[in-house]
């Protein structure tokens, strides 16, 4: 990913928040059969590791985890994200040299994955990415309220994946290149809008 010095976050602990912030990421790994992604919801553990530990699941029918990668895998996360119009700018008035742009967060994980089938680790990997996304709700679900046997069975279906992080890139492009004159604009008019994620960008504009 290609990162401008003014657009770089390097801080741990705002990185760990856009990870966590996103729901789905996208675990990609190089093999000798070229390159391949799946979408996966992940949940980071970062008492583990310098970096921290992603952990997850994919379908076992997956031929992702049977494919031996070449090198470190890649769990990319992407934050909200926003189109910029160069219509918001003062500098438009002034000069008309403006183009469109974009908004967005980002961040690149990187690390050896391990794909693994031990039904007690699959079980606490499939309960606690449960409890994560069913926590917020008035009446969550548990793994728990199903019949042992049934999940058992559910278990043999998948495979689990651990991806100790070696080295993270983040990305947070937010107008911070453009005048102050300039993020006001594009602050005013994405507060503006019908779409709460561009709405979400909009605050993290600094002003």
């Known amino acids: 990913m290609y990162i401008p010095s003014a657009f770089r976050d390097d801080d741990l602990a705002s990185l760990h928040a856009t990870m966590r912030a996103s729901r789905l990421s996208n675990l990609v790994t190089a093999t000798v059969d070229g390159l391949i992604a799946t979408p996966l919801p992940l949940f980071l553990n970062e008492t583990e590791g310098s ?33 910029v119009t160069p219509s918001w700018y003062a500098t438009k008035a002034e000069t008309q040299k403006v183009v469109p742009t974009w908004n967005y967060m980002a961040v690149h994980a990187y690390g050896p994955v391990e794909f693994f089938e031990d039904a007690d680790r699959l079980l606490d990997v499939v309960t606690r990415l449960t409890n994560l996304h069913e926590q917020p709700r008035a009446k969550p679900w548990a793994v728990s309220d199903a019949p042992k046997t049934f999940i058992h069975s ?54």
Not at 73 to 81: K, L, N, Q, T, V
Not at 174 to 194: K, Y
């Open 51 to 83: 970096h921290g530990v992603l952990y997850g699941h994919l379908a076992k029918a997956n031929s992702q985890w049977k494919l031996a990668p070449t090198g470190e895998a890649m769990a990319i996360f992407m934050g909200p994200d926003a189109y």
């Open 154 to 207: 559910q278990l043999r279906g998948i495979v689990g994946l651990r991806l100790p992080i070696t080295r993270l890139d983040g990305k947070r492009k937010l107008s911070q290149n453009r005048t102050a004159e300039d993020r006001a604009g594009v602050i005013a008019g994405l507060s503006g809008s019908e779409s709460p994620v561009e709405r979400v960008i909009a605050t993290l504009i600094p002003a």
